[in-house]
């Protein structure tokens, strides 16, 4: 159990003013542990021990900008595991930071979870630059675009400039290639003060390989398990209890410290822990009162391979408590039709029907033989709200881990890139744009590192190299450490000024702005969903009812056109968007601009890779695009 009084005291150096800074670490490995703070003015400080193995004192004459190590035992040095700052990176020393900030955003609650429009970057190759403050240039453009939150792709601390952040050493402090936590702090408050919420990825499943000094401290770690990356994190055996407040004191700190808005929790199903109470429903717990308590909308989103709806379903009847999770199925129903790829998990997908079912359901698989898995997988979504599952036709993961790296772009064409986007943002749930999508970015985003050990190096060009062997491709995937590998991956705005470029730009800002404006599809989480899907014309139907507000999405996905006889709900209907219009360089519009009310059925021909959407009654949207479909 928690010393009753070091409950109230936060792990790490926190500076409390007038010279004095109070330490506390979770070290039951060691029988003594001593600050050694560095020149100049260093020194080396004893730490009280408690029975349960904290290390506590508060140290006078240390100030901001110090560096540290903690020394164990008297002999080995390492830094703090809830260092706030690395400057020099995983094997550096840890620096005291200053404990205030100037905020300008407190009026800020955050926003409903139904309006958000997720934009997931990565902070080093969103653009040139590659830190927090050059994000900030380029939020403006995003909140045209409609955007709504931005999503940083992990940004604790990893070894060297460049990863993709899923390789964590030191959960608290701040990635110090991208500018540190005073960076971080400007840019969440940017964001706010143009209306846009912050929402960070965090690793609660495995630490880094490299620089993760966990196990010279205590049982951070267990053996009980492994994951598909390395160690997991101890939350169910010996001692768990203070892991879990490590890591929940983590969570914490990202919403308090740095105003974060919400946390998507990485790869929750690699999260071993067979207990009772299990470590996400008591930090789903800990946020909703946090929450309350400062009186702002913190969310939690969680991605998750095992299509088990207990992570979002409320802990009084049985669930862990989460706000929304990822929908892969989704992605990979629609990637499916879209590439015909049959590789890996895309053999389990198949016709519009998959895609119809996720749409309408949620999740494709709900129980039935994968053959990918070789087992049963997954469990009904069906009565989960559509607006608390998050679905994307791109993210880090579905390009990053291609051989090529190859986004959509790369894969089909223009009319199918318009037809994607429709389908997720026009969705019933929550929307997420992979940096770059919404103007088909031709950079790459591969898999890339900057590891100092060279037998990790080593290991990685091996795993990635197995892992693709049986693509038997004439040449290598990149290579992870080459330095080149990470700079192809930044983005090239300069041809989104340009022809096709530009004119997706504009399409995907009109889809936004259908979206916040047609009531039926502003409030998904209450609305009503006729889903019909014919796999022989290649064809889904989506019928949409809010009140008296209706919408009607025909989207054709055959590759070939198609003359289509439909039965009309009762209108009169008025076509709002038709991505085959020549204003979005289509190939021309068959579609007729209304359907008659009085019509039992209509006629008319859809282009390939073709949606069109029909509004119940004409509805003023505001800012809409020039090129808007007549």
């Not at 190859?406 to 969705?427: D, N, Q, T, W």
């Not at 062997?469 to 290579?479: G, H, I, K, N, Y």
């Amino acid at each position: 159990m928690v010393d009753s009084n070091l409950t109230c005291t936060r792990l790490g150096a926190r500076f409390r003013g007038n010279g004095q800074c109070r330490f506390l670490v979770w070290a039951p490995f060691a029988e003594t542990v001593d600050v050694h703070v560095l020149p100049p003015g260093g020194g080396l400080f004893p730490l009280q021990r408690s029975a349960s193995g904290y290390h506590f004192s508060t140290i006078e004459g240390i100030k901001p900008g110090d560096r540290y190590f903690f020394r164990l035992n008297g002999k080995t040095e390492r830094p703090d595991p809830a260092s706030r700052f690395q400057p020099e990176g995983v094997h550096g020393p840890s620096e005291i930071i200053p404990p205030d900030f100037p905020w300008t955003d407190r009026n800020w609650s955050g926003i409903p979870l139904d309006q958000y429009i997720l934009y997931e970057l990565h902070v080093g190759t969103f653009t040139r630059g590659g830190t927090f403050d050059d994000v900030t240039k380029h939020l403006i453009a995003l909140k045209e675009l409609g955007i709504t939150a931005v999503e940083l792709m992990p940004v604790a601390q990893f070894p060297g400039n460049r990863n993709w952040g899923y390789d964590p050493a030191f959960p608290y402090a701040v990635q110090n290639s991208y500018g540190g936590p005073e960076a971080l702090k400007r840019l969440v408050d940017i964001c706010h003060l143009n209306g846009l919420a912050v929402v960070l990825d965090v690793v609660y499943n495995h630490p880094g390989p490299e620089g993760n000094y966990f196990r010279n401290f205590g049982p951070y770690l267990t053996d009980a398990y492994t994951t598909p990356w390395g160690a997991a994190i101890n939350f169910d055996s010996a001692d768990n209890e203070h892991v879990r407040r490590f890591f929940i004191e983590n969570a914490l700190y990202w919403i308090t410290d740095f105003h974060v808005d919400a946390l998507r929790l990485d790869a929750v199903h690699a999260i071993k822990d067979s207990s009772a109470f299990p470590f996400l429903r008591q930090l789903s717990e800990k946020i909703r009162k946090m929450s309350n308590r400062l009186n702002r909308r913190i969310y939690l989103f969680a991605e998750s391979d095992l299509n088990d709806t207990k992570i979002i379903t409320p802990s009084p009847e049985g669930g862990y408590g989460l706000d929304a999770q990822w929908n892969e199925d989704f992605h990979h129903s629609l990637h499916r039709v879209l590439t015909d790829e049959t590789t890996g998990y895309y053999q389990d997908f198949r016709g519009v029907q998959h895609i119809a079912k996720a749409v309408r359901d949620g999740f494709v698989y709900t129980g039935q033989y994968s053959s990918y898995r070789r087992r049963r997988h997954g469990f009904s979504s069906g009565n989960i709200p559509a607006g608390r599952l998050v679905v994307f036709s791109q993210n880090h993961d579905q390009v990053g881990n291609r051989m090529r790296g190859e986004r959509l772009s790369k894969l089909v064409s223009f009319e199918a890139l318009k037809l994607a986007a429709a389908m997720v943002i026009l969705s019933p749930s929550i929307p997420l744009l992979f940096m770059g999508e919404e103007y088909a970015e031709d950079a790459p985003f591969f898999y890339f590192t900057s590891h100092e050990d060279p037998d990790l190096v080593e290991a990685v060009r091996k795993g990635r190299r197995a892992e693709f062997s049986a693509f038997q491709e004439e040449t290598p995937p990149p290579d992870p450490q080459d330095e080149s590998t990470f700079h192809r991956c930044e983005l090239n705005r300069n041809p989104r000024a340009n022809g096709r470029h530009q004119v997706l730009h504009d399409y995907y800002r009109d889809l936004f702005t259908i979206r916040k404006n047609a009531p039926v599809l502003t409030r998904p989480g209450s609305m009503h969903a006729s889903v019909l899907a014919d796999d022989r014309q290649n064809l889904l139907i989506i019928h949409r009812i809010d009140g008296l507000d209706e919408s009607l999405m025909l989207c054709h996905f055959g590759k070939h056109p198609m003359a289509i006889d439909i039965r009309v709900p009762t209108g009169p209907w008025i076509k709002r968007l038709d991505s085959a219009d020549t204003n979005w360089m289509g190939p021309g519009s068959h579609i007729p601009g209304h359907l008659d009310a009085d019509a039992q059925t209509a006629s008319f021909t859809m282009t390939p890779f073709s949606a069109g959407l029909f509004l119940k009654k004409e509805i003023d949207i505001t800012g809409r695009a020039d090129q808007a479909a007549p």
